[in-house]
């Protein structure tokens, strides 16, 4: 039986990472400006508390670029860093209301809520792997992982609400 093939993804280059960390560190502190409202009423709408906000480290842009249209249509989002190793590795941005647009090959796209930053590397990762503790991350101990529970769910805003709420309980 052959074995999968495991190709590494591409080296992020350090300028990507700098040009990400300045971006997220101004959305973060839109959020908290009084541009950041739209957001801030959006995040309260999906029952998601201030204190989550910043444990993610979530931020606002007004002008994230639309997939598919070269930078040419924007809509406001919130912006999602994905950390992983303490490195911010990718960013994605969740649109406040779905979007429609024409991609470059003249297709009408609809209900579009959630697009990736170019260059960013989040495939075979989970977000919010920065709030597992340390000693389970790094730990070789046989049996480390059964003194946790991990919930895997689909989508950053489901995964900050379960955070949320059982953090405490050792779910991560």
Same mark, same amino acid.
């Given at each position: 039986?052959?074995?999968?093939?495991?190709?590494?993804?591409?080296?992020?280059?350090? #300028?990507? !990472?700098?040009?990400?960390?300045?971006?997220?560190?101004?959305?973060?502190?839109?959020?908290?400006?009084?541009?950041?409202?739209?957001?801030?009423?959006?995040?309260?709408?999906?029952?998601?508390?201030?204190?989550?906000?910043?444990?993610?480290?979530?931020?606002?842009?007004? #002008?994230?670029?639309?997939?598919?249209?070269?930078?040419?249509?924007?809509?406001?989002?919130?912006?999602?860093?994905?950390?992983?190793?303490? !490195?911010?590795?990718?960013?994605?941005?969740?649109?406040?209301?779905?979007?429609?647009?024409? #991609?470059?090959?003249?297709?009408?796209?609809?209900?579009? !809520?959630?697009?990736?930053?170019?260059?960013?590397?989040?495939?075979?990762?989970?977000?919010?792997?920065?709030?597992?503790?340390?000693?389970?991350?790094?730990?070789?101990?046989?049996?480390?992982?059964?003194?946790?529970?991990?919930?895997?769910?689909?989508?950053?805003?489901?995964?900050?609400?379960?955070?949320?709420?059982?953090?405490?309980?050792?779910? #991560?």
């Amino acid at each position: 039986r052959r074995q999968p093939e495991h190709r590494r993804p591409p080296v992020q280059p350090d #300028d990507w !990472r700098q040009r990400a960390e300045r971006m997220v560190a101004d959305a973060q502190r839109r959020l908290w400006a009084p541009e950041g409202e739209p957001a801030r009423a959006y995040l309260a709408s999906r029952a998601l508390e201030p204190a989550t906000w910043q444990a993610f480290g979530l931020g606002f842009r007004q #002008d994230a670029s639309l997939p598919g249209t070269r930078g040419k249509q924007r809509a406001p989002a919130v912006v999602l860093p994905w950390m992983a190793a303490g !490195r911010l590795v990718a960013v994605r941005y969740r649109f406040l209301e779905p979007q429609t647009y024409t #991609d470059k090959d003249g297709k009408e796209r609809r209900d579009q !809520r959630l697009v990736s930053e170019w260059g960013g590397q989040n495939a075979g990762r989970l977000f919010g792997g920065q709030h597992l503790p340390e000693w389970l991350r790094m730990s070789d101990v046989p049996g480390a992982e059964m003194l946790r529970a991990l919930l895997i769910v689909e989508g950053e805003i489901n995964a900050m609400s379960a955070w949320q709420v059982a953090a405490e309980s050792n779910m #991560d």
